[in-house]
């Protein structure tokens, strides 16, 4: 069986609990339009947002409420973080927590952005990976634009047969 016949099993099957925190110093809910068009693509998807933070720019703020997020939900997205500044601390915050990174996420992101925003995107971590407990954890940049690419484009096409490959053993 390939993955073109798990993706075809998995669709429509799957629905996930997510959490979405959003790593700034700067926006609340009110201003947080990444956030909120995080929980638009995940709820038009069929998925609920049981979780929706902002998160101060601090590493133990972030690991606390990453650990909320994971109690709480299959999917658990930072949005904000993944850059190369001292306070871009969210790529820290959750590689620790993977039990496998999925690195073409990764791979496939930047190769996107740079058709969007030039070679400024190689200077973007963003990070996709399962923890032990099969829990999936995804690390976007702050922008709206880079939710929509991330999140919309590209693990939405896959989301179903990754929460599907996740419980299939279990």
């Not at 949005?79 to 190369?84: K, N, Q, V, Y």
């Not at 073409?104 to 992101?109: K, L, P, R, S, T």
């Amino acid at each position: 069986m390939g993955a073109t016949d798990h993706r075809d099993r998995a669709e429509g099957e799957q629905t996930a609990r997510c959490a979405i925190l959003t790593v700034t110093d700067t926006r609340t809910l009110e201003t947080d339009t990444s956030g909120r068009a995080a929980s638009e693509i995940l709820q038009k998807a069929g998925h609920s947002v049981v979780l929706h933070e902002i998160v101060p720019n601090e590493p133990q703020k972030i690991a606390d409420a990453l650990g909320k997020g994971l109690r709480e939900a299959d999917l658990v997205l930072t949005i904000g973080g993944t850059g190369a500044s001292r306070k871009d601390l969210s790529v820290e915050a959750v590689l620790p927590l993977l039990a496998k990174e999925l690195p073409g996420f990764g791979e496939m992101f930047r190769a996107a952005s740079v058709k969007e925003i030039g070679t400024a995107a190689m200077l973007s971590r963003a990070v996709l990976g399962i923890t032990a407990a099969g829990k999936i954890v995804l690390a976007l940049p702050g922008s709206e634009n880079a939710v929509r690419l991330g999140l919309g484009t590209l693990l939405m096409g896959e989301l179903n047969h990754l929460l599907w490959e996740l419980r299939r053993y279990s």
